[in-house]
């Protein structure tokens, strides 16, 4: 069953069992303001265990692309697309959002982004290989977020 995240009520609903689950909230409220900002699109939450397809292409993305696979437990997916984007996100469990931005209609144009939850360290799989820039945020406090660029079809 889908959500709409609430960025003017940050709720830690689907997310308790994070040991940043304040912070993660703000962080998934964070998304929410962007898309509806942006694009007036409602950013809406899965559960993981509801989602196994979305799980599926991010984590194929993030182990063809890098090698990446991540020890923690995805809380909460998001999957849809807003013009000619695509957007997939997962929320883990120790606090780290991850998303892939995918034109549909320009390979220049597509990447992987990881953001970390304000009180979280950068998860192992990350560390050395991504410098991580700092941004404020009302409902989130300080994220800190990287990316890469992209190369294959998915």
Known sequence: MSTIVDFKNVS???????????ALAGLRANEARYFMNKYKHEFTTVPAGESQETLDYVKRVLK???GIEFAAQPL???????ENIKWAFVFYEDGLAVNVLYTVDDPKKRAVGFKLSEGMEVPKELEEK?????QKSKLA????GSFFV????Y
Request: proline content about 3%; cysteine-free.
């Open 12 to 22: 830690v609903v689907g997310l308790e069992s994070s040991p940043v689950a304040e």
């Open 64 to 66: 063809e692309e890098r």
């Open 76 to 82: 909460e997916t998001s999957l849809f697309q807003v």
């Open 130 to 134: 991504f410098k991580f820039a700092r």
């Open 141 to 144: 406090g300080t994220i800190r």
């Open 150 to 153: 992209i190369k294959g079809e």
